[in-house]
């Protein structure tokens, strides 16, 4: 629940945020021009849009993980059916880059993220079973997985910095095994302060993907 309210109080503090950001800019344009300065370009409301699409798939990315992963450790019976809301997910994920880059590199990117979520479950059963050999081989492919999607974004966009982008995907990883150990622990206050800062974390690598987006098509925006 705790979780719940926080990614509801986030998507409307967002989507506030982006609206009264977007007159903002808008009406900085139109004073400047009354007082004969150099007029500011306004955000866009394609640019506005990408960014709050991605913020809120992102968002939901962490939702859903989380999810998924309560019902994987508990043992629930929605675990199918909150895995396929989440895969469908990463199918969104893909669909938000077909304008940009084609229908084949959205289909290979939701492919690529739905290996991250499936390797995902098999590192929470391992961790879950006190595996440890199980764990360190699902791992190992978990973060081959994120260097296969840091290299497809890189590829596919000259304005995304590598590292910068590969560091991102391992931070998001670790965060979501401390969420993990902190839950099997019991450590509730762990656990929660792990969501947080993986949500934050997204939020700023969901700014990242467009803005470099943006940049490398401005005749679309």
Same mark, same amino acid.
């Given at each position: 629940?705790?979780?719940?309210?926080?990614?509801?109080?986030?998507?409307?503090?967002?989507?506030?945020?982006?609206?009264?950001?977007?007159?903002?800019?808008?009406n900085a344009e139109?004073?400047?021009?009354?007082?004969?300065?150099t007029a500011v370009?306004?955000?866009?409301?394609?640019?506005?849009?990408?960014?709050?699409?991605?913020?809120?798939?992102?968002?939901?990315?962490?939702?859903?993980?989380?999810?998924?992963?309560?019902?994987?450790?508990?043992?629930?019976? #929605?675990?199918?059916?909150?895995?396929?809301? @989440?895969? !469908? $997910? *990463? %199918?969104? &994920?893909?669909?938000?880059?077909?304008?940009?880059?084609?229908?084949?590199?959205?289909?290979?990117?939701?492919?690529?993220?739905?290996?991250?979520?499936?390797?995902?479950?098999?590192?929470?059963?391992?961790?879950?079973?006190?595996?440890?050999?199980?764990?360190?081989?699902?791992?190992?492919?978990?973060?081959?997985?994120?260097?296969?999607?840091?290299?497809?974004?890189?590829?596919?966009?000259?304005?995304?910095?590598?590292?910068?982008?590969?560091?991102?995907?391992?931070?998001?990883?670790?965060?979501?095994?401390?969420?993990?150990?902190?839950?099997?622990?019991? #450590?509730?206050?762990?656990?929660?302060?792990? @969501?947080? !800062? $993986? *949500? %934050?974390? &997204?939020?700023?690598?969901?700014?990242?993907?467009?803005?470099?987006?943006?940049?490398?098509?401005?005749?679309?925006?």
């Amino acid at each position: 629940m705790i979780f719940l309210n926080n990614y509801l109080s986030k998507t409307m503090l967002l989507l506030l945020s982006l609206v009264l950001i977007f007159p903002s800019f808008t009406n900085a344009e139109e004073t400047k021009q009354a007082e004969g300065q150099t007029a500011v370009q306004p955000i866009s409301q394609k640019t506005v849009q990408l960014r709050v699409n991605l913020r809120e798939l992102w968002t939901e990315h962490a939702f859903w993980t989380e999810k998924f992963i309560v019902s994987a450790i508990a043992g629930l019976e #929605d675990q199918e059916p909150v895995l396929a809301r @989440l895969l !469908k $997910n *990463q %199918d969104e &994920l893909g669909n938000a880059i077909k304008p940009y880059y084609g229908e084949e590199a959205g289909n290979q990117l939701a492919q690529l993220l739905r290996g991250h979520i499936l390797i995902a479950g098999k590192v929470v059963a391992a961790a879950k079973s006190g595996n440890q050999a199980d764990f360190k081989k699902y791992n190992t492919d978990w973060f081959k997985n994120a260097d296969d999607i840091t290299n497809f974004l890189s590829a596919a966009n000259p304005n995304y910095n590598k590292k910068e982008l590969n560091d991102m995907m391992y931070v998001h990883l670790k965060l979501i095994t401390d969420g993990v150990v902190a839950k099997l622990q019991k #450590d509730w206050n762990a656990n929660i302060t792990a @969501l947080d !800062k $993986n *949500q %934050d974390h &997204l939020m700023h690598m969901a700014d990242f993907l467009s803005n470099g987006i943006i940049k490398q098509f401005p005749n679309k925006f």
